[in-house]
T-cell receptor, first 114, second 120 residues
Framework: KNQVEQSPQSLIILEGKNCTLQCNYTVSPFSNLRWYKQDTGRGPVSLTIMTFSENTKSNGRYTATLDADTKQSSLHITASQLSDSASYICVVSPPEGGGNKLTFGTGTQLKVEL | NAGVTQTPKFQVLKTGQSMTLQCAQDMNHEYMSWYRQDPGMGLRLIHYSVGAGITDQGEVPNGYNVSRSTTEDFPLRLLSAAPSQTSVYFC???????????????????FGEGSRLTVL
C-alpha cells in the first residue's frame, strides 16, 4: 500500500524563524510530489509540484526539496509569518492514472506565534 | 475567475436522508474529483471524472453517486446518509498537465473551499 508519512505532526515556532517539514513516501516509482497549504476551514492550495527529476523548487519563502533515492522530501519555510499558520500536506502521485492515484499525507500543523 | 465553487458550506442531515453536494468550476478542466477529509487521515478520493459523461470510483465510493453531464458541474449525491459520512468534502479540478499522456499527473489541482457535513 502506498504511504506518505509526514513529520512532525505539529510544530510551533516564533514569527521570523525558519522551519523544515518532512515527508517520507513509499510510492515508487512516482510521477511527482506536491506540497499544499491548507488554512483552517479552507481548501488546500498548491505550493509546489516537483517531478522525479527535480530536486528543488521554490515559491517565495517556501522551498521544497526532493531526494528520490531516499524517498524523502522537505518543505523549508523562511522568515515565517503569522499567515503561515496552517496545515501543510505532502502528496505523492505514481506514474499511472490522471490524478486519481494521488496519495495524501495527514499533514503537519504549523502554528506561528508572536 | 471563481475557480471551484462548492455548495453548501455546511449541512446537517439525519440518518437515512439524501442530499446533493454541488461543485462547479469555470476553468474548463476535464478532470474533476471529490475527496473527503477526516481527522487524522489524508484526503481520500471518492469519485472522479475525466470528462463529461465519464465517471469512475475512487478509494471510498460506497454510499455516494456522481454524474457529469457538463464540463462545469460534478455533483456528489449521498443516497442514504449515515453517521460514518460525517466529514468535510472537497471538490477539485485539475488542468491538463505536461507529458505524453493527456492525463499526466503534473497538472495543477484546484480545490474548492469544502462542504462540512454532519449526519446525526
Amino acid at each position: 500500500k502506498n504511504q506518505v508519512e509526514q513529520s512532525p505532526q505539529s510544530l510551533i515556532i516564533l514569527e521570523g524563524k525558519n522551519c523544515t517539514l518532512q515527508c517520507n513516501y513509499t510510492v515508487s516509482p512516482f510521477s511527482n510530489l506536491r506540497w499544499y497549504k491548507q488554512d483552517t476551514g479552507r481548501g488546500p492550495v498548491s505550493l509546489t509540484i516537483m517531478t522525479f527529476s527535480e530536486n528543488t523548487k521554490s515559491n517565495g519563502r517556501y522551498t521544497a526539496t526532493l531526494d528520490a533515492d531516499t524517498k524523502q522530501s522537505s518543505l523549508h519555510i523562511t522568515a515565517s509569518q503569522l499567515s503561515d499558520s496552517a496545515s501543510y500536506i505532502c502528496v505523492v502521485s505514481p506514474p499511472e492514472g490522471g490524478g486519481n492515484k494521488l496519495t495524501f499525507g495527514t499533514g503537519t500543523q504549523l502554528k506561528v506565534e508572536l | 475567475n471563481a475557480g471551484v465553487t462548492q455548495t453548501p458550506k455546511f449541512q446537517v442531515l439525519k440518518t437515512g436522508q439524501s442530499m446533493t453536494l454541488q461543485c462547479a468550476q469555470d476553468m474548463n478542466h476535464e478532470y474533476m474529483s471529490w475527496y473527503r477529509q477526516d481527522p487524522g487521515m489524508g484526503l481520500r478520493l471518492i469519485h472522479y471524472s475525466v470528462g463529461a459523461g465519464i465517471t469512475d470510483q475512487g478509494e471510498v465510493p460506497n454510499g455516494y453517486n456522481v454524474s457529469r453531464s457538463t464540463t462545469e458541474d460534478f455533483p456528489l449525491r449521498l443516497l442514504s446518509a449515515a453517521p460514518s459520512q460525517t466529514s468535510v468534502y472537497f471538490c477539485a479540478s485539475k488542468e491538463r498537465g505536461t507529458g505524453f499522456s493527456p492525463f499526466a499527473n503534473t497538472g495543477e489541482l484546484f480545490f474548492g473551499e469544502g462542504s462540512r457535513l454532519t449526519v446525526l
